[in-house]
Protein backbone atom coordinates (compact mmCIF):
# COMPACT_ATOMS: atom_id res chain seq x y z
CA UNK A 1 0.00 0.00 0.00
CA UNK A 2 2.64 2.54 0.83
CA UNK A 3 4.50 1.32 -2.82
CA UNK A 4 1.44 2.82 -4.24
CA UNK A 5 1.15 5.85 -2.87
CA UNK A 6 4.76 6.63 -3.12
CA UNK A 7 4.99 5.86 -6.98
CA UNK A 8 1.45 7.96 -7.56
CA UNK A 9 3.43 11.13 -5.61
CA UNK A 10 6.83 10.54 -8.07
CA UNK A 11 4.47 10.57 -10.43
CA UNK A 12 2.55 13.56 -9.93
CA UNK A 13 6.17 15.06 -8.84
CA UNK A 14 7.48 13.97 -12.05
CA UNK A 15 4.09 15.77 -14.08
CA UNK A 16 4.83 19.46 -12.24
CA UNK A 17 8.62 19.43 -12.77
CA UNK A 18 7.70 18.88 -16.75
CA UNK A 19 5.18 21.56 -16.98
CA UNK A 20 7.37 24.08 -15.62
CA UNK A 21 10.36 23.17 -17.83
CA UNK A 22 11.21 26.04 -20.21
CA UNK A 23 10.71 25.46 -23.67
CA UNK A 24 13.79 25.73 -25.82
CA UNK A 25 12.78 26.15 -29.76
CA UNK A 26 15.13 24.21 -32.27
CA UNK A 27 15.64 25.65 -35.07
CA UNK A 28 13.71 24.49 -38.27
CA UNK A 29 16.79 24.36 -40.56
CA UNK A 30 20.44 22.96 -40.61
CA UNK A 31 23.60 24.13 -41.27
CA UNK A 32 25.53 22.34 -44.09
CA UNK A 33 28.91 21.71 -43.10
CA UNK A 34 31.67 22.00 -45.38
CA UNK A 35 33.34 19.35 -47.30
CA UNK A 36 36.90 18.66 -45.35
CA UNK A 37 39.42 15.80 -45.82
CA UNK A 38 42.62 15.19 -44.76
CA UNK A 39 45.67 16.03 -47.16
CA UNK A 40 47.74 12.96 -47.72
CA UNK A 41 50.32 15.17 -50.11
CA UNK A 42 54.12 13.69 -48.93
CA UNK A 43 57.24 16.06 -49.51
CA UNK A 44 60.41 14.56 -48.91
CA UNK A 45 63.90 16.24 -50.24
CA UNK A 46 66.16 13.89 -49.96
CA UNK A 47 69.63 14.71 -51.17
CA UNK A 48 69.19 17.08 -54.34
CA UNK A 49 65.74 14.50 -55.56
CA UNK A 50 62.32 16.84 -54.44
CA UNK A 51 59.97 14.20 -54.27
CA UNK A 52 55.94 14.65 -53.80
CA UNK A 53 53.27 12.07 -53.73
CA UNK A 54 49.99 13.54 -54.35
CA UNK A 55 46.59 11.75 -53.37
CA UNK A 56 43.04 12.13 -54.64
CA UNK A 57 42.32 15.73 -55.99
CA UNK A 58 45.56 17.69 -54.72
CA UNK A 59 47.44 20.80 -55.90
CA UNK A 60 51.18 21.29 -55.23
CA UNK A 61 53.08 24.85 -56.35
CA UNK A 62 56.46 24.52 -56.51
CA UNK A 63 58.77 27.87 -56.07
CA UNK A 64 61.36 29.71 -55.30
CA UNK A 65 61.40 32.92 -52.46
CA UNK A 66 64.65 34.87 -52.16
CA UNK A 67 66.36 31.55 -53.44
CA UNK A 68 64.68 29.22 -50.85
CA UNK A 69 62.99 26.62 -52.11
CA UNK A 70 58.86 26.50 -51.39
CA UNK A 71 56.73 23.85 -51.59
CA UNK A 72 52.73 24.36 -51.14
CA UNK A 73 49.85 21.97 -51.13
CA UNK A 74 46.73 21.48 -50.35
CA UNK A 75 43.31 20.46 -51.69
CA UNK A 76 42.82 21.95 -56.08
CA UNK A 77 40.77 24.82 -56.35
CA UNK A 78 41.62 25.42 -52.66
CA UNK A 79 44.54 27.45 -50.11
CA UNK A 80 47.57 25.73 -50.81
CA UNK A 81 49.58 25.82 -47.38
CA UNK A 82 54.00 26.04 -47.26
CA UNK A 83 55.09 22.35 -46.61
CA UNK A 84 56.34 22.32 -43.08
CA UNK A 85 58.02 18.77 -43.24
CA UNK A 86 61.07 19.97 -45.58
CA UNK A 87 63.99 22.20 -44.19
CA UNK A 88 65.17 25.60 -45.47
CA UNK A 89 66.99 24.76 -48.43
CA UNK A 90 68.34 26.75 -51.40
CA UNK A 91 66.93 26.45 -54.36
CA UNK A 92 69.92 26.10 -56.37
CA UNK A 93 70.26 22.69 -54.35
CA UNK A 94 67.70 20.87 -56.77
CA UNK A 95 68.92 18.46 -58.63
CA UNK A 96 65.53 16.86 -59.55
CA UNK A 97 61.95 16.76 -59.32
CA UNK A 98 59.36 13.48 -58.68
CA UNK A 99 56.01 14.33 -58.77
CA UNK A 100 53.33 11.18 -58.66
CA UNK A 101 50.30 12.17 -58.96
CA UNK A 102 46.91 10.47 -57.33
CA UNK A 103 43.72 8.81 -59.11
CA UNK A 104 41.75 12.23 -59.62
CA UNK A 105 42.78 15.44 -60.93
CA UNK A 106 45.74 16.57 -59.60
CA UNK A 107 47.30 20.63 -60.08
CA UNK A 108 50.57 21.08 -60.68
CA UNK A 109 52.40 24.55 -60.66
CA UNK A 110 55.84 25.19 -61.25
CA UNK A 111 55.35 28.91 -62.58
CA UNK A 112 57.01 29.92 -59.52
CA UNK A 113 60.26 29.37 -60.85
CA UNK A 114 63.13 28.11 -59.05
CA UNK A 115 65.72 30.61 -59.90
CA UNK A 116 69.25 29.48 -60.32
CA UNK A 117 68.04 25.45 -60.08
CA UNK A 118 66.49 25.78 -63.66
CA UNK A 119 69.74 24.64 -65.26
CA UNK A 120 70.10 22.20 -63.00
CA UNK A 121 67.00 20.50 -63.95
CA UNK A 122 66.94 18.03 -66.67
CA UNK A 123 64.06 16.70 -69.11
CA UNK A 124 60.57 16.85 -67.53
CA UNK A 125 58.94 13.69 -67.84
Known amino acids: MQFNS ?5 SASADRRRGSRVSRS ?13 LSASVLLIGGE ?29 ALLP ?5 ATSSSAIQSIVISGGDE ?3 IDLSGGLHGADQHLGQWR
Open 50 to 78: LNITLVRDEAVRISSIAGNLVVQTGSSGG
Open 83 to 87: STNIA
Open 26 to 38: IPHSAQSLENRSL
Open 6 to 10: WLKNW
Open 105 to 107: ANE
